[in-house]
């Protein structure tokens, strides 16, 4: 089991981002008879996956129907799959969309380069 603090180290994210998440009933961490969170290896992988789905645009109104969803059960395994498989589809755009712009960078990294190497020969 971890603390919030060793979570957040290992996450790269900041308490107040897991504390966020609770209050939004993304995760629900465990607590001590103090009342100190405690997140066990399930939490981090579910954190992870959270974090990635953040990183790639994903709402967090989508994360947490997700989240909602799977505490509901394997009912709900066709909405979840349909979240997803929606989700995949912006991130295959997105990814599409870098794909143009590193071309477009590229080509116009050619044309300095070969515009200063003709610069330099004259």
Known sequence: MYSIGEVAKLLNVTTHTLRFYEKEKIITPERTEN??????ESHLQWLGFVIKLKETKMPLAQIK?????????????????????????????QIQVLIDIDDMLRKKIASYEEHM???DFT
């Open 65 to 93: 129907e997700y989240a909602s969803l799977f505490l509901q059960g394997d009912h709900t395994s066709q909405k979840r799959l349909g979240l997803l498989k929606n989700h995949q589809e912006h991130v295959q755009k």
């Open 35 to 40: 009342g100190d969170r405690r997140y066990s």
């Open 117 to 119: 190497q003709k610069r």
